[in-house]
């Protein structure tokens, strides 16, 4: 079965210093991986994804994220945090399989508090 | 820039009583998810339609849901008889193509049944 961690529910880092947000993974076939971000009363807004290639994949608002096989890890990171960067991250994972119907698993969702 | 959008954005109703909530995906998209977020918890799959027929539903997704694609723009999500535990926000998804297409995310419906 799939399934997706997010072990922390919080993260907490000052502006301007590197964030990472933790998501591991379990899926059958070849993980195809997605980051969406959550503001207060929002959707869910699309970061970045893998699905094959480089290990390393930069998205939107200067985000990135680097796919692990061996660790099943897909960690969420930016370089400098900014305030309004502030907001619930959900890591996403679905088997990449022919017969998979797109249904994405996603984590519990780590909320991230960038302080000034 | 193309977005799914989803009405009404707030629904109070009883127990008991049918909800159909709306959703307009992308225009050339062809693949159509409906997500569930129970307040605090995380997203949930509820069902998958493709080709004008369900591909895959969650153990969530019983009798009293249903889904339609009436008119070719609109996809709907029917509670039949809600039940105090259907309380969430219900979100909208669709993508291009399977493969690696990105799902794209309407606002939600946050449903409340009192």
């Known amino acids: 079965a799939q399934s997706v961690a997010q072990p922390e529910d919080q993260v907490n880092v000052a502006e301007g210093n590197p964030l990472t947000v933790k998501c591991t993974y379990s899926v059958s076939g070849n993980p195809y991986l997605f980051w969406y971000v959550q503001y207060p009363n929002r959707g869910l807004q699309f970061l970045l994804k893998y699905i094959t290639g480089d290990n390393l994949v930069k998205g939107s608002y200067g985000f990135e994220a680097e796919f692990n096989k061996s660790q099943t890890s897909f960690h969420l990171k930016k370089p400098s945090a900014l305030v309004s960067d502030s907001a619930l991250y959900f890591c996403?994972?679905?088997?990449?399989?022919?017969?998979?119907?797109?249904?994405?698993?996603f984590g519990q969702g780590t909320t991230l508090q960038v302080k000034p | 820039e193309p977005e799914v959008t989803q009405t009404p954005s707030h629904q109070v109703t009883q127990m008991g009583q049918e909800v159909i909530l709306r959703c307009v995906p992308i225009s050339n998209h062809l693949y159509f998810y409906w997500y569930r977020q129970i307040l605090g918890q995380k997203v949930e799959f509820l069902v998958s339609?493709?080709?004008?027929?369900?591909?895959?539903k969650s153990e969530i997704f019983d009798d009293q849901f249903s889904v339609e694609r009436p008119d070719g723009s609109n996809f709907t999500l029917k509670i039949r008889s809600t039940k105090l535990e259907d309380s969430a926000m219900y979100f909208c998804a669709s993508n291009g193509a399977s493969g690696g297409e990105t799902q794209y995310f309407g606002p939600g419906t946050r449903l409340l049944v009192l």
């Open positions: 996403a994972v679905r088997d990449g399989g022919s017969s998979n119907t797109g249904k994405l698993i």
């Open positions: 339609f493709y080709n004008n027929e369900i591909s895959e």
